[in-house]
């Protein structure tokens, strides 16, 4: 879980730091939507996809006689300290993220209704207008635009302003940010999602101005209703309105060209940025894959049994301390790794069928058996005997899966 949420956020700072020196710099609002969008959901999934490497894997996992040993030393005392604990308290941190985020976001949502249901309202030909009692700058929120009451009687709304906020209706800006606002909720811990989200919201507001100053007579009255609103307390967390972030940077943009060529090179840029964030935040990259795949296949149990000697993975043993040593190898691997069962047993001739007994009753007790109380590591009589060729190394193996 760690690394994932090291991906995550490495990677959104990536396609986030490339947007603001790339892409926020030219005049392309709606392959921006798509992007800023496209990186959260990429920066959610990736770590999670994963690559196998298309070159040819090692010896060592084509061969299974020759997976390499993992040599391990008896540590001199057993761990007592549990991860329990710690996977219960970020369990509870999560969770309680979770409930406050997602409290917020209900909570947002009643205002709103309350605020539609509770004032005013005059139906328009594509929208809805909701007089508020109070004073407040226009803002918008799916297909309603809310006005100060006041201000729309004594006829101070400004056409300008009307057209930018049925820009957000058409545009459906509201979907962006309810998307984003539920993502929050469960991945409330990424702090670059805190920053994409205003991204976003900039962003909104050029497409917006895109298509209002399509309509207006004279580019300097739309720009000075920009400057006046400027200043003005942002009215909610879920709605778009005009006076987000009325920065030098939006005004110059309204009027701002941008050639074909920047366009161009930059969306090369991109491409070359999702490559990389592609081959370096998935889940097991492609030299790592190879590399993983023979880790995974080298964790085998070699247990090798003579009357005078059992040896578990090279550490010498008793049949009394088999389950302990068992145990302590078996403690860092996986329930799916237990689970392959991964045994290479070499049985020497002189072997009795007592010791046999001993020693399935000891693996009785370890996470091999799991649960299995007939469960047996050696067979009383192997289906299969081999005696060591002459000049040659000892690979005779008994394997069971």
Not at 71 to 80: A, D, G, M, V, W
Not at 318 to 338: G, H, M, R, V, Y
Request: charged letters at 15%.
């Amino acid at each position: 879980m760690g690394i994932y949420v090291i991906k995550s956020i490495a990677c959104l700072l990536v396609l986030l730091g490339f947007y603001k020196l790339a892409l926020a710099q030219i005049k392309i609002p709606h392959i921006n939507r798509c992007y800023l969008m496209g990186s959260i959901v990429f920066s959610i999934i990736i770590p999670l996809v994963t690559f196998s490497g298309a070159t040819q894997p090692s010896q060592s996992i084509l061969l299974d006689n020759h997976i390499p040993h993992i040599f391990k030393e008896l540590p001199t005392q057993i761990k007592t300290s549990s991860p329990v604990f710690g996977g219960y308290w970020l369990t509870s941190v999560y969770l309680l993220g979770i409930i406050i985020f997602g409290v917020r976001f209900i909570i947002g949502l009643i205002n709103l209704k309350k605020s539609i249901s509770y004032h005013e309202k005059k139906q328009a030909r594509n929208h809805t207008k909701v007089l508020i009692s109070t004073q407040t700058a226009p803002y918008s929120f799916l297909q309603y635009i809310f006005l100060s009451k006041h201000d729309f009687e004594q006829g101070h709304i400004a056409k300008e302003v009307l057209l930018h906020e049925q820009a957000h209706i058409d545009q459906k800006h509201s979907l962006d940010i309810l998307f984003v606002e539920l993502l929050q909720i469960f991945f409330w811990w990424n702090p670059m999602i805190y920053w994409i989200k205003g991204a976003i919201k900039l962003n909104h507001e050029f497409l917006a101005d895109q298509q209002a100053i399509k309509q207006v007579a004279h580019l300097t009255d739309y720009q000075e209703v920009l400057l006046y609103y400027s200043g003005s307390k942002l009215p909610h967390r879920l709605t778009s309105n005009i006076s987000y972030s009325l920065t030098k940077k939006r005004i110059l943009m309204i009027s701002e060209k941008t050639s074909k060529k920047r366009i161009i090179v930059r969306l090369l840029g991109l491409v070359v940025i999702l490559f990389v964030c592609l081959y370096s935040f998935n889940k097991k990259t492609w030299n790592q894959s190879k590399i993983t795949a023979s880790i995974i296949t080298s964790q085998t149990l070699n247990i090798e049994v003579s009357q005078q000697q059992i040896l578990v993975n090279k550490i010498a043993t008793t049949p009394k301390e088999f389950t302990q040593t068992l145990n302590l190898i078996l403690a860092d691997w996986s329930k799916k790794q237990i689970g392959l069962r991964r045994l290479n047993i070499q049985l020497k001739e002189d072997i009795s069928q007592a010791l046999i007994q001993q020693l399935n009753k000891a693996a009785r007790k370890t996470p091999l058996a799991h649960s299995n109380a007939n469960y047996v590591l050696i067979p009383p009589k192997p289906s299969i005997a081999f005696r060591k060729p002459k000049n040659s190394a000892p690979i005779i193996k008994t394997n069971f899966k």
